[in-house]
């Protein structure tokens, strides 16, 4: 599917198909011009309202002309239409000079979101007969300069949106065949693509650098974990981030076993791990002038002879002990290690770790929106302005100092679970915040992506199964740090 800009009126473009964006529940749009076929199948213009009008090989589509509602209404165009024989749809622009880039940005990612379809282990694939997007631009006022800004806007909508789709390739990718040495010949492919460092570290490594909590996780599968590392480095970078993300590529629950209908979706349990792939994928292509590490913590969370229990207590990298009341809270254990190693190593500017770490951040703010916390109320704030730009919702759980009490442990510095019910997503932070250095804690956010990370039903530009949540709002907080 490509996209393509003609410096042409709308109505002199060959086409098979002409979609018309309503911005007025009035229909007084200029280019509504099917008032009584809409009329007829009660089309009102209200924002996520379709009208396909086959006859007249047009779709009609409500919405607003914000970021979020545009990709949305091309994601909405593009579902009207899979299964239709157009090879190509033209598109008016809608938008002033100070909106122009952001709006092309955010249709071209509604359209590839939207188009999105996993049917990698189906028999039967779905075929898209649509091969260009038509871009209409009318004004011949400075038409290079122009053209120019819409046509670098295409292409970063096109790497934000493909980065974010490979992210879903891998969530959905199921865990007998995406296992954590999958997941590191993904990160050495993606490194080699896009001129990327490229470290892979075995469970001999962990063992070697006292990484014994995210060594324990991994001891019941057969499958050996692996630390895998990231790095993209521009001449002149303003600052160095270090991006670690959870990738349990399946979590049991190991001892503290899941139930099973619990079980079915914990393949996206890498998603953390996943959206940092998506991250180094799109931030080398977009050259943002940040040096990024994307760390990720690779291992399955299983059952068997050699798990490690309930009442264990294991020392982790920076030497604190660790009782383990759950093995189900095993992410943070993998998190808690992985995040020292970026801050002994890495000594960076900025850290923000990203995963699916709890249902009860589900609880707290729904299946759609991420939850953010940490101790920088700058650094919050910019997360949340960059959720606005991206689309992806994000909400702050705020820290407070009676929580941290409940992870006290009577054998060990700290227990893996929380004495208490409530509170579990901003406790499980509060918990990774103890892998801190004290004199890192405001450049630290925690990204909880448990809710929006898979969802069993279609949602927005999202269809069933994972979104790829997590990388156009990170690559836009990267962006703010400039």
Known sequence: MKFLLELKELSKINADCEVIFVIDKNLKHKWVYDKKDLKTVDFKGSVEEVAFLPHQHKIYVGTKLEHEELRIASAKVINSI??????????????????????????????????????????????????????????????????????????????????????????????????????????????????????????????????????????????????????????????????????????????SLKPGSYMVTMKSDKSGGS??????????????????????????????????????????????????????????????????????????????????????????????TSGVMGYSDKLKSKMLKASKKSGELVAELPFNRYLPKLLKSNVADISNISSSGYGGAITAGLFLSEFIKEENKDKWLHLDIAGPAYVEKAWGYNPYGASGAGVRVVIDWLESLK
Not at 153 to 168: D, F, H, M, P, W
Not at 294 to 320: C, R, S, W, Y
Not at 353 to 358: C, K, M, S, V
């Open 82 to 255: 899979k299964k239709a024989k157009y090879k190509s749809i033209k598109i008016g622009i809608y938008s002033d000079k100070e909106t122009l880039s952001a709006n092309i940005k955010a249709m071209v990612e509604g359209f590839i979101l939207g188009v999105y379809n996993f049917d990698k282990y189906k028999s039967e694939k779905e075929k898209l007969h649509l091969k260009n997007i038509i871009f209409a631009f009318e004004d011949y006022n400075n038409n290079k300069l122009d053209a120019d800004l819409i046509n670098k806007a295409i292409q970063e909508g096109e790497i934000r949106a493909t980065s974010t789709n490979l992210v879903r390739d891998v969530v959905n990718s199921m865990p007998d065949e995406l296992t954590p040495k999958e997941m590191a010949k993904i990160a050495l492919k993606l490194a080699k693509d896009n001129n990327l460092e490229c470290k892979i570290e075995d469970e001999k490594f962990l063992a070697k650098n006292g990484m014994n909590a995210f060594l324990a996780v991994s001891r019941a599968s057969i499958h050996p974990p692996r630390l895998i590392h990231l790095t993209y480095k521009p001449k002149n970078a303003k600052a160095k981030v270090a991006i670690i993300g959870k990738g349990l590529t399946y979590d049991s629950g190991g001892l």
């Open 275 to 368: 959206a940092v792939l998506g991250i180094m994928n799109a931030i080398s292509k977009l050259g943002i002038d940040i040096e990024v590490h994307g760390i990720i913590g690779a291992t399955e969370n299983m059952i068997g002879g050699d798990a490690f229990k309930p009442d264990d207590v294991l020392i982790a990298k920076n030497g604190k002990s660790i009782e383990i009341r759950n093995t189900d809270a095993e992410g943070r254990l993998v998190l808690a290690d992985c995040l020292c190693y970026a801050q002994d190593e890495l000594n960076p500017d900025y850290i923000i770790d990203i995963a699916t770490l709890t249902g009860a951040c589900v609880v707290a703010v729904g299946e759609y």
